[in-house]
C-alpha cells in the first residue's frame, strides 16, 4: 500500500458500522491517494460492507476482530484483555507499519493506554496529549491541549505539551511563530496553582518558543494565543462547557414563532464554529504515530473529519517535527 | 442600626467610587429598611459622597480608611500590611458586628485571607467556597463552587462545598431538596480524578443529601443539577470559558447590515443570561458572616446587585442554616 494509509477502528463511538463506513466511503472518493484498513466485528460489520461495496474495493482492506472496546471497559483491563479489538488492532497496524495514522471514535482512556503500549511516545515525551481545535473571534483557530488523557499534570508535562503544541500549530494551523499561553485563573504572575506557575517560569527559558503568559477561560476564543495549555481535566472541562453554552442558546424554549426560527437558524450557523461535527477529532499527540480520537457521539461527517485530520497529519509528519522540536530544545528547559 | 447593615469596601474593583457611590445610592431608595457602612479613601470617595448627598444620608455610616488593595497584592501582604485598607474595615465591621453583610469588588485572594482571619470559618468548614449562579435552560438556575477562592483541593473540601453549595441552593434559590453533582470528565464511576472519585463515594453516605452524580462541563447549563460542585481553578475556568464563549458569538466582525444588527440584539438579549452585569455577586460561604464578591470590572448595576445579594443573604441568614447543616450531617461522612 501507499504512504497515505489510515487504519480505522470500524466500531468505535455510539454508532459503529452504520456511521464509519458511509464516511470511509467518502473519504475514499474525496481523497484518490488514501488507502484504508478496516478493523471490526465480522457480523457487525459484513452487512455495511457490502451495502456500500467496501469489501471488493481496491484501496480498502479488511481485518476482522472478535472483540470490542466499551466505554464501559477501564483502560487497564482493555490493554490486558481487548487485544483483539478493533481500537487495539487498528493501533498495531500503525506499530507495524501497515497504516500511519489511525482513527477511533471509542473510549479515550482505553485509546491512550493502548497506544502508549504499541506505539510508544517520542523521545523526551513522558505522556501523549489530546489536542483539539478552537474557533477565535476573529476567524481562524487555535488549539488547546490537553482536553482530557492526562488529568493531574505537573509542570514538566505542562512544559512538554507547549512544545508539541507549538509544532501542531505550526504544521495543522500553518502559524509559523505560534504564540503559547497556560490557561490559568488570573492574568498577574501569583496567580495559580503551583504546576502552571513553575511551567510559566519553564516557559520563558525555552529557546524559540513564543511564550506569551497566561491566559483566562474567557480569553480561549478571543484570538489572543494560538496554542492554550492546560491540564486534562480543566481543558476538558472548559471545552465541554463551551459545547454546553452553545446549547444552552439554542435551547428549544423559544423557537415557537417564524421570527424565532429564522434567528435560530442563524444563530445555529453562527454556532457551527462550536459544532462538534465540523470541529471533531482530537488528537493524540506525542506518540510514534498519529491517533485520532473522533467524538463518541460523531455522525458520519464528523467521523469523515477525523479522517480527513489523520490525513493531514501524515501528510505534515507531525511526529517527526515533535521529535525534531524534542531533540533540539535544550535539555534543562524541559527536563525533570 | 437596625439588623440590614451592609459594610461597603467602596475602593475595590476598576473604577471604585465611579462605580460603588451610585449603586449604594440606589440601594438605598430601593430598600427603605437598609443600612449601609461605607469604607474607602477620604480624597477619593468625599467628592462622590458630596455629588451624590450620601454623607448626610440618614442610614449611611462614613469611616475612612489610610489604605487600599490592589490586585497586585499578594494575600500574605495584604493580611500583614493592609490593616487599615477598606476591604480589611469593611470585614472588621461584620466581625464587631456593625454590619451583618459585605460587598466588595477586590482582589479575591486578599478577601478570602482577610475573611478567614477577621470572620473565621464556621464550626466544621476547614476553607470558604466562592459560590456562583448559572442560567439554566430550562429557565431557573444552578450553583457552582468553588469559583477560585481553592485552587486545589481534596475529597473532604468537595463535600464540604457540596454541603455549603445545598444550604444555598435551599435558601437562595428556594429549591428544597437541591440536587447536587460533581464536574468530571465523564459520567461512568471509573472517570476523573482520585479527589473527585473519593468525594462522589463520600457523598453516596451524607445523610438526606440528594447526591446525583458526575455532571461533565456540557451539562452545567442543562437543568440536570442544582448545585454543582468543583474545585476552584476548574470552576474558575469553567465560569470564565462560558463568558468567552458568549464574547465569541457577539464578535463585532459580522454585525454589519441592518439585519445583523438586528439579530445581534436579539442574540445579546438571550445572552443576558450570561451577563456579568446580571449575574454579578459571587458569595464567598463557609464563614461566620456574608461576604459577597462583586466582579472587578463590575459597574453600578452589577455592583448593586452584589448589594442586593449580600441582602438576601441576610434575610435567610445563609451561615445559620450552614453552620446548622455542618452541625447535623454525621461527623464520619464528612470528617476527614
Redesign the interface.
Known amino acids: 500500500m501507499s504512504q497515505l494509509t489510515v487504519a480505522l477502528d470500524m466500531m468505535g463511538g455510539d454508532y459503529g458500522p452504520p456511521v464509519t463506513v458511509p464516511a470511509a466511503v467518502q473519504a475514499l472518493s474525496l481523497l484518490p491517494e488514501l488507502n484504508l484498513v478496516l478493523f471490526g466485528s465480522q457480523t457487525e460489520l459484513s452487512p455495511w460492507l457490502r451495502r456500500f461495496r467496501l469489501a471488493s474495493h481496491t484501496r480498502v482492506r479488511v481485518q476482522f476482530c472478535s472483540q470490542q472496546v466499551g466505554?464501559?471497559h477501564?483502560a487497564a483491563y482493555a490493554l490486558r484483555h481487548l487485544t483483539d479489538s478493533s481500537m487495539r488492532r487498528a493501533l498495531d497496524a500503525l506499530a507495524s507499519g501497515q497504516a500511519r495514522a489511525c482513527v477511533s471514535a471509542g473510549n479515550t482512556g482505553a485509546l491512550m493506554a493502548m497506544a502508549m503500549k504499541t506505539l510508544s511516545t517520542l523521545p523526551g515525551v513522558d505522556r501523549p496529549a489530546l489536542i483539539t481545535r478552537l474557533?477565535?473571534?476573529?476567524?481562524g483557530h487555535a488549539l488547546l491541549l490537553d482536553v482530557?488523557a492526562n488529568?493531574?499534570c505537573g509542570a514538566e508535562q505542562l512544559v512538554q505539551f507547549a512544545l508539541m503544541g507549538e509544532q501542531a500549530a505550526r504544521h495543522i494551523l500553518n502559524i509559523s511563530h505560534p504564540r503559547i499561553a497556560l490557561?490559568n485563573?488570573g492574568a498577574?504572575a501569583?496567580k495559580?496553582?503551583e504546576a502552571v506557575r513553575e511551567a510559566g517560569l519553564r516557559l520563558q527559558q525555552v529557546d524559540a518558543l513564543h511564550y506569551s503568559g497566561y491566559i483566562?477561560?474567557?480569553?480561549?476564543?478571543?484570538g489572543q494565543a494560538d496554542v492554550v495549555v492546560?491540564d486534562?481535566?480543566?481543558g476538558?472541562?472548559?471545552?465541554?462547557?463551551?459545547?454546553?453554552?452553545?446549547?444552552?442558546?439554542l435551547?428549544q424554549?423559544?423557537q415557537r414563532g417564524f421570527l424565532s426560527k429564522i434567528?435560530t437558524f442563524?444563530?445555529k450557523k453562527?454556532?457551527s464554529?462550536?459544532n462538534p461535527d465540523q470541529y471533531n477529532g482530537a488528537s493524540l499527540i506525542g506518540l510514534r504515530a498519529s491517533v485520532v480520537k473522533s467524538h463518541g457521539s460523531a455522525g458520519s461527517p464528523a467521523f469523515l473529519n477525523a479522517i480527513l485530520q489523520a490525513v493531514s497529519e501524515i501528510e505534515h509528519d507531525l511526529p517527526a517535527s515533535i521529535a525534531h522540536r524534542f531533540d533540539t530544545a535544550p535539555r534543562d528547559s524541559h527536563a525533570r
Chains 1, 2 share one sequence.
Not at 474557533?135 to 476567524?139: A, D
Not at 483566562?216 to 478571543?222: A, P
Open positions: 466505554n464501559e477501564k474557533p477565535q473571534t476573529g476567524g482530557g488529568l493531574n490557561l485563573v498577574e501569583n495559580g496553582n483566562e477561560g474567557d480569553d480561549l476564543f478571543s492546560c486534562g481535566f480543566v476538558n472541562v472548559a471545552l465541554k462547557t463551551s459545547e454546553g453554552v452553545a446549547r444552552l442558546l435551547g424554549r423559544q434567528l442563524w444563530l453562527r454556532l464554529h462550536l
